[in-house]
């Protein structure tokens, strides 16, 4: 069974990290991009972490006690935030331009 630290570890920093980086765009999203937005930090931040506790602190098994809960969602904030700031960073800097070109035939 889920619990309420389980579900409040893994989604709020990623909710934080939304909000912030719609303050930090300047921006209003419509719900498709809060939505996508949303996937791809939770995506992202939840993978490192997990990352971080599997390799790096070696953590067999995750038990969502109070003090597991905290610790975890202070790391993930951080992340997340990091996450948000590079991100923006990479949108503002960098710059893709695609050209397709089709065979006649």
């Known amino acids: 069974m889920v619990s309420f630290n389980e579900i409040m570890s893994l989604?709020?920093?990623?909710?934080?990290?939304?909000?912030?980086?719609?303050?930090?765009?300047?921006k209003?999203?419509?719900?498709f991009e809060a939505v996508t937005h949303f996937?791809?930090?939770?995506?992202?931040?939840?993978c490192v972490m997990y990352g971080i506790l599997i390799y790096?602190?070696?953590?067999?098994s995750f038990i969502y006690t109070s003090?597991?809960?905290?610790?975890?969602?202070?790391?993930?904030l951080v992340i997340s935030?990091?996450?948000?700031?590079?991100?923006?960073f990479i949108e503002l800097n960098v710059k893709?331009?695609?050209q397709v070109e089709r065979e006649n035939g």
Do not use: E, Q
């Not at 989604?11 to 300047?26: E, H, R, T």
């Not at 935030?81 to 923006?88: A, D, E, F, G, I």
């Open 11 to 26: 989604v709020m920093p990623s909710l934080v990290a939304l909000l912030f980086y719609s303050k930090l765009s300047g």
């Open 28 to 31: 209003t999203l419509n719900l």
């Open 39 to 46: 996937a791809l930090f939770s995506l992202i931040t939840n």
């Open 56 to 60: 790096f602190l070696n953590t067999d």
């Open 67 to 76: 003090l597991f809960t905290f610790k975890y969602t202070l790391m993930a």
């Open 81 to 88: 935030l990091l996450l948000v700031l590079s991100y923006r």
């Open 96 to 98: 893709l331009k695609l």
